[in-house]
DNA sequence: CTTGACTATGGACTAAACTCTATAGTTTAG
DNA sequence: CTAAACTATAGAGTTTAGTCCATAGTCAAG
């Protein structure tokens, strides 16, 4: 898949791509003959995560720790074991973060039925 | 409650919160004769607030929209309803992609269990 | 062949979100 | 009282994450 394709399938700017992989974010993509990149379906799969990753706060360097865990092979299980742990764990408090804040919001949406309720009770 | 205190308890920085003081994210804080800013629980819970969603990829300028609908009281309330749910949604959002992520090192971990069971199979 | 759409590159530029600097007043503990 | 820790300010500086610019090669349709 090359660059415009993957534009697409990804919501990613081609700059946004070429800065990505510039930072080792993702699997440096094959070339052909012409120069121009192709994108297999594991980079998409690291583009993809990387574009959720972002949505959610994660920093750019955090996103390369945990492509380096999903994506490269490089560790000893042992240590992936760990690590992905941990990343886990970050995830978990985020789940928690998100839910607070839902909690908030379902709170003053609350007491908005309430107070329409008092305007409407005889 | 007094700045260093309000640092320890927000976990931002001073000059970060003066930055968010500065560009209305917060309420502006009362003075002391002195000049010092106390901060009251309603900003402490703003900043409180300001700190989950900055965690979770929401922009200043989304966090801000966030603060105004929770704490302002200068939107009708079917606007504010309107406003909120939309939050809402966006949350939801935001769940669902965690959910993934989280799915995806699940799946990590339970691959590296599976390569540990293999190593110790008969 | 031509033209427009695609691709590439390196480096300059921008925006968002702080963080630091220089200066100076106030509070607190010894 | 003294010195260190606290507070304040405005504006300059830094970091992160892109985005743009200028240039030029490649592809595809007419």
Redesign the interface.
């Given at each position: 898949m090359r660059t415009k394709d993957i534009e697409e399938k990804t919501g990613l700017t081609r700059d946004t791509i070429r800065f990505y992989e510039k930072e080792n974010l993702i699997t440096i993509p094959r070339r052909a003959d012409n120069g121009y990149r192709y994108y297999d379906d594991k980079i998409i799969r690291q583009l993809k995560?990387i574009s959720?990753?972002?949505?959610?706060?994660?920093t750019l360097k955090e996103i390369k720790e945990l492509t380096v865990?999903?994506y490269s092979g490089e560790l000893t299980?042992t240590k992936?074991?760990g690590e992905?742990?941990k990343?886990?764990d970050e995830?978990?408090e985020?789940?928690l973060?998100?839910?607070?804040?839902?909690s908030?919001?379902?709170k003053?949406?609350k007491g908005?039925c309430e107070?329409?309720d008092e305007l409407n009770s005889p």
């Open positions: 995560m959720r990753a972002k949505a959610l706060g994660f865990l999903l299980p992936m074991a992905l742990s990343k886990r995830i978990d985020k789940l973060k998100l839910s607070e804040l839902k908030e919001i379902d003053a949406l908005l107070y329409k």
